[in-house]
Nanobody, 116 residues
Framework: QVQLVESGGGLVQPGGSLRLSCASS????????MIWYRQAPGKERELVAT????????NYADSVKGRFTISRDNAKNTVYLQMNSLKPEDTAVYYC?????????WGQGTQVTVSS
């Protein structure tokens, strides 16, 4: 059974930090690129950051570049999103997504709220 379980979301003040985790099971994690998406109320889902299966290349949306860092630990089947200097516009549900040429899987999401 495939599972992607996000954690680490919550309420944080502007300028604060959060670290999201996505623990995966039921598939060969090291063969999948991993992606963080987010969706704010009333908006379309937005790609935030990607990391290759080996973790040797990353890409970021312009809106988070320099503030967010994606990383992965293939031994723990987990991908992370370190979010610093958070802004109110970062408020959204954050989802992890596993992608390979053969399959794709979504997590259930974790809420991040940036507010004073």
């Amino acid at each position: 059974q495939v599972q992607l379980v996000e954690s680490g979301g919550g309420l944080v003040q502007p300028g604060g930090s959060l670290r999201l985790s996505c623990a995966s099971s039921g598939f060969t994690f090291s063969s999948y690129a991993m992606i963080w998406y987010r969706q704010a109320p009333g908006k379309e889902r937005e790609l935030v950051a990607t990391i290759t299966s080996a973790g040797d290349s990353t890409n970021y949306a312009d809106s988070v570049k320099g503030r967010f860092t994606i990383s992965r630990d293939n031994a723990k089947n987990t991908v992370y999103l370190q979010m610093n200097s958070l802004k109110p516009e970062d408020t959204a549900v954050y989802y992890c997504y596993a992608r390979s040429p053969w399959n794709t899987y979504w997590g259930q999401g974790t809420q991040v709220t940036v507010s004073s």
